[in-house]
């Protein structure tokens, strides 16, 4: 059974500075990994989808970065504002077909960037 | 273009009631799922669908039920509810299938749901 594990599960950064965030799994055969973005009390917003082909996607200020073999992914955020403030949640879609299109979510990490 | 759109927002429920949480989407897409995300924890699926008539379990589906009669609708039924149905509902859904299989899942706002 695939596990998505984010660490650290909050961070507070001053504004300006640049940040990463840790997403790891278990099960390497995945089709893609995908990083959302979760405001309080709102649903998830798409920020990156990785193919399992990919090593890596940017968009913005952000970059993500894929490592299947060893079973990791990053989150990069250049020049961080306060308006980063949010959760972040990274999710995998296994390979195979029936159940495994299902998307497996990590914890989050809780993002405060301060002015 | 709306999206994903989940009625209502929030709900308290006496246990034993029950309800049905509405998701509707106008983009066509095939695939639709429910998740429920638990405070600090990430989202758990409870059903999902990859096209009108055809529904499957995922991870957490005791106590639910779902219907795909439509390719827009999916609602999540709830017959007898529980304290530990308390909650938020998310509904999303994909284009999918085959070569649109990289393609990102789309999100509602999400239905706040307390049992009490």
């Known amino acids: 059974k695939q596990e998505v594990t984010q660490i650290p599960a909050a961070l507070s950064v001053p504004e300006g500075e640049n940040l990463v965030l840790n997403c790891s799994f278990t099960?390497?055969?995945?089709?893609?990994l995908q990083w959302f973005r979760q405001d309080p009390g709102k649903g998830l917003t798409s920020l990156l989808l990785?193919?399992?082909?990919?090593r890596e996607q940017t968009s913005g200020r952000l970059n993500a970065s894929l490592d299947k073999s060893s079973g990791r992914s990053t989150l990069y955020i250049a020049a961080s504002q306060p308006g980063d403030s949010a959760t972040y949640l990274c999710?995998?879609?296994?390979?195979?077909?029936?159940?495994?299109?299902?998307?497996?979510f990590g914890s989050g990490t809780q993002l405060t960037v301060l002015p | 273009n709306a999206g994903v759109t989940q009625t209502p927002k929030f709900r308290i429920l006496k246990i034993g009631q029950s309800m049905t949480l509405q998701c509707t989407q106008d983009?066509?897409?095939?695939?639709m799922y429910w998740y429920r995300q638990d405070p600090g924890m990430g989202l758990k699926l409870i059903y999902y669908?990859?096209?009108?008539?055809?529904?499957d379990k995922g991870e957490v589906p005791n106590g639910y039920n779902v219907s795909r009669s439509t390719t827009e609708d999916f609602p999540l039924r709830l017959e007898l509810a529980a304290p530990s149905q308390t909650s938020v509902y998310f509904c999303?859904?994909?284009?999918?299938?085959?070569?649109?299989?990289?393609?990102?899942?789309?999100f509602g706002d999400g239905t706040r749901l307390s049992i009490l």
């Open positions: 999303a859904s994909r284009l999918g299938p085959g070569a649109q299989v990289n393609q990102p899942q789309h």
């Open positions: 099960d390497s055969a995945i089709y893609n």
């Open positions: 990785i193919q399992s082909s990919q």
């Open positions: 999710a995998v879609r296994q390979g195979g077909s029936g159940s495994a299109r299902q998307l497996t």
């Open positions: 983009m066509n897409h095939n695939y």
């Open positions: 669908s990859v096209g009108a008539g055809i529904t």
